[in-house]
C-alpha cells in the first residue's frame, strides 16, 4: 500500500511540472510529499521497488530551485545527486547527475566544466533504453543536454558546433514526438539561435513553441517563448516590441515560481529602452540585472551584461571612460569563463571604441588575437561584424 502511495506520488510531479511550472506551489508540495513517503519507507526498510523513484524527486527538488535560480543551492543539489549515483554506480542516475551538473556549471559561469559534464551524459545515453525516461525527468535526457551544451558551445566560441546541436536536439524531440521534450528544445535552442543572429529561424521556432504551449496549456514554456521572442526583438531593431513582450513575459515567467533568466531578459529589456532614448528605465533594468547576479549567481551572461552597460554608456551620457570600464570587465569576465563568443563581442565595442577615439592601432591589436582564436562560425553574425570591423582598422 505504501510502495503505491508513492508511486502515485511521484508520478504526480511530471504534469504538474508541465502545467504549473518547475517551481509553482503544487509541484513543490508534490515533490516534498513524495520525498517524505521516502524517507518513511526507508525508516521502515520499506524502499521503493524501482530505486528510480528517489533519483526522480531529488530532480524535481533540483529543477525548483533551479528555475527559481539558488546559484549555490544547484550546484551543492547537483553534486549531492551526483554523488549518490556514482555510489550506486547505475548508468541513468549517473547521466541524469551529469545532465544537473552541467546545467548548474553552465548556469553560474563554469563554462568549460559544464560542457564537460554535458558530454558525459551525452556518452551515456542509449536511445532505446533511455527515451522512455522523458515522462520520468521532465524531458528526454539527451534532447535536454543537447539544447544546453548548444549555448555552452557557442559561448565557448564554436558557433558551427552550437548550432549543429541545437538542429539535433530539436530532429530527436521531434522524432520522440512528446510534447514536453518538443518544447524545451524549441524554446531552449532558441538561446543559441539569438546569440548567431539565426533571427529568422528563432522566429519560427518561438512561434511552434507558442503555439503548442498554448495547446498544452503549458505556463512555464509559453513564458519562456515569450521571453526569448522579445530578446530577439531587442536584438534586431524592434525597440517597443522587445519592451512590450519581455516585460509581458517576466510577469509571467515569474508567475510559475520562476525567475531564471533575469539577468539576460533585463539586459535585453534595456538595450530596448535605450534604443528608444528612456535611459533612465534602461539603467534601473541593467541595476535590477547586476542585483539578481548578486543574490542568485546565474554569472553565464556576466560579460555581455558589462557590454551592454557600456554601449548604454556611451549613448546615455555619453561617458567614454565608463564605457571603457564596463568593456574592460566584460572582456576580464569573457577571459576568465573562457567565454570567447562574449570575448570577441566586448573587443568589438572596445575597438569601436578606440577608433572613433583615433586609436586604430590599439584597436585592431586587441581585437585580432580574439577574432584569431576562432575555428568555426565564420558566417554568424559576430564573426562577420568582427571581419569587418578588421576590414576598417587595417
Known sequence: MRREQINLQVALITPLIHVKGYAAPETKA??????LLIEQAQVREEPPEDPLLLFAVLYGFWVANYVALKGDVIRELAAQFLALAERQGATVPLMIGHRLMGMSLLTTGDIADARAHFDSAIALYDPAEHRSLATRFGQDVRVAVRSFRSLALWLLGY????????????????????????????????????????????????????????????????????TNQGCLWASTGKAADAIQMI????????????????????????????????????????????????????????????????????????????????????????????????????????????????????????????????????????????????????
Not at 508534490?30 to 520525498?35: E, G, L, S
Not at 535552442?189 to 539565426?198: E, M, V, W
Not at 528605465?281 to 542585483?291: P, T
Request: net charge negative.
Open 30 to 35: 508534490a515533490v516534498d510529499q513524495a520525498r
Open 159 to 226: 558557433p558551427d558546433a552550437a548550432l549543429a546541436d541545437a538542429g539535433q536536439a530539436l530532429k530527436e524531440a521531434r522524432e520522440i514526438g512528446q510534447a514536453p521534450s518538443l518544447m524545451y528544445a524549441l524554446v531552449v535552442t532558441t538561446f543559441t539561435l539569438i546569440h548567431c543572429g539565426n533571427s529568422a529561424a528563432a522566429t519560427t521556432q518561438l512561434d511552434e513553441a507558442a503555439a503548442l504551449a498554448a495547446e498544452k496549456g503549458a505556463l512555464l514554456w509559453k513564458a519562456t517563448g515569450m
Open 247 to 394: 516585460t509581458s513575459g517576466i510577469t509571467a515567467f515569474r508567475s510559475t515560481g520562476s525567475t531564471i533568466f533575469t539577468p539576460w531578459q533585463l539586459s535585453n529589456l534595456a538595450k530596448a529602452y535605450a534604443e528608444l532614448g528612456q535611459f533612465e528605465d534602461a539603467w534601473r533594468c541593467l541595476d535590477e540585472a547586476m542585483m539578481a547576479m548578486e543574490t542568485t549567481k546565474e554569472t553565464w551572461c556576466a560579460a555581455d551584461f558589462q557590454r551592454m552597460a557600456g554601449e548604454i554608456a556611451l549613448s546615455s551620457e555619453p561617458n567614454a571612460e565608463k564605457a571603457q570600464a564596463h568593456f574592460e570587465r566584460a572582456l576580464a569576465i569573457a577571459s576568465e569563463q573562457q567565454a570567447r563568443s562574449f570575448e570577441l563581442r566586448a573587443a568589438m565595442s572596445m575597438a569601436r571604441l578606440w577608433r572613433d577615439q583615433g586609436k586604430r592601432k590599439e584597436a585592431c591589436g586587441l581585437l585580432t588575437p580574439v577574432y584569431g582564436r576562432f575555428t568555426e562560425g565564420f558566417d554568424t553574425l559576430d564573426l562577420k561584424e568582427a571581419k569587418s570591423l578588421l576590414n576598417q582598422l587595417a
